[in-house]
């Protein structure tokens, strides 16, 4: 986010477990993957915290109903060869 107010800070972290997150994320420093991690930590808890709320409500009727509608897939994919791509399964 631009213009957000920053902080210095000193913590304690493993400096394996930095430098693996730096060169997996592409963050050019530690407190760009701090960064990183902290927006996919709130990105995930609040998903988190949405499904567990989501669950707490029973489906309406109209809901219920909308499960029984007739769908078609279709992924516009019948030229592509996924068996020479990644192979057939038993």
């Given at each position: 986010?631009?213009?957000m107010?920053r902080?210095?800070?000193?913590?304690?972290?493993?400096?394996q477990?930095?430098?693996a997150?730096m060169?997996l994320?592409?963050?050019?420093?530690?407190s760009a993957?701090i960064d990183?991690?902290?927006?996919r930590?709130i990105r995930t808890?609040?998903?988190r915290?949405?499904?567990a709320?989501?669950?707490?409500?029973?489906?309406?009727e109209d809901?219920?109903?909308?499960?029984?509608?007739?769908?078609r897939?279709?992924?516009?994919?019948?030229?592509v060869?996924?068996?020479?791509?990644?192979?057939?399964?038993?």
């Amino acid at each position: 986010m631009v213009g957000m107010a920053r902080d210095k800070v000193t913590i304690t972290l493993d400096r394996q477990k930095a430098r693996a997150a730096m060169d997996l994320s592409g963050g050019r420093s530690v407190s760009a993957v701090i960064d990183i991690a902290l927006d996919r930590l709130i990105r995930t808890e609040r998903l988190r915290h949405d499904i567990a709320a989501y669950g707490l409500q029973p489906l309406t009727e109209d809901e219920l109903l909308l499960s029984d509608l007739p769908v078609r897939l279709d992924l516009g994919d019948e030229d592509v060869d996924y068996d020479a791509i990644y192979g057939t399964t038993p």
